[in-house]
């Protein structure tokens, strides 16, 4: 089934403590995942909470990851939202749960933008609403 993107929701269990409540490696993290990944990263914002947790995003020219950590817990949540073909964000997952040291994780993927268009591409070039989507007619 063709979509516009894809969203990964991980839930990430029994982490190292101490690595989810550094702020600074929890932003190196999620830059690096979104880099091995294939996204292309063009801001960031992580902020750190008193007495523990860290939330943080990375914004990528394809949509988005998303960070909550709760360490007292040994507990993340992350979201990794990418939009077209060439970004893999199974492979964020996967660098993630390492660098945390997650001891059990969970991921559900939804498609998101599941359109009913004919040949559907990321930024076809054009107004799909107007039935004009890049170089086919619809409608």
């Not at 063009?42 to 007495?51: A, L, N, T, V, Y």
């Not at 993630?96 to 559907?120: C, H, M, S, W, Y």
Request: hydrophobic share 35%; glycine share 10%.
């Amino acid at each position: 089934m063709k979509s516009l993107g894809k969203h990964l929701l991980a839930e990430y269990y029994r982490c190292d403590e101490n690595a989810i409540n550094d702020v600074q490696k929890v932003e190196e993290a999620l830059v690096k995942a979104a880099e091995i990944a294939g996204a292309t990263v063009i801001g960031k914002s992580f902020h750190r909470f008193e007495p523990y947790g860290v939330s943080g995003v990375v914004v990528i020219s394809e949509s988005h990851l998303t960070i909550h950590t709760w360490p007292e817990y040994g507990f993340a949540a992350v979201d990794v939202f990418t939009c077209g073909d060439h970004v893999d964000p199974m492979k964020a997952h996967e660098y993630l749960k390492e660098v945390f040291q997650t001891q059990n994780a969970t991921v559900e993927t939804i498609l998101r933008g599941v359109l009913n268009i004919p040949d559907l591409r990321h930024k076809p070039g054009g107004s799909c609403i107007t039935g004009n989507c890049g170089d086919k007619k619809i409608g």
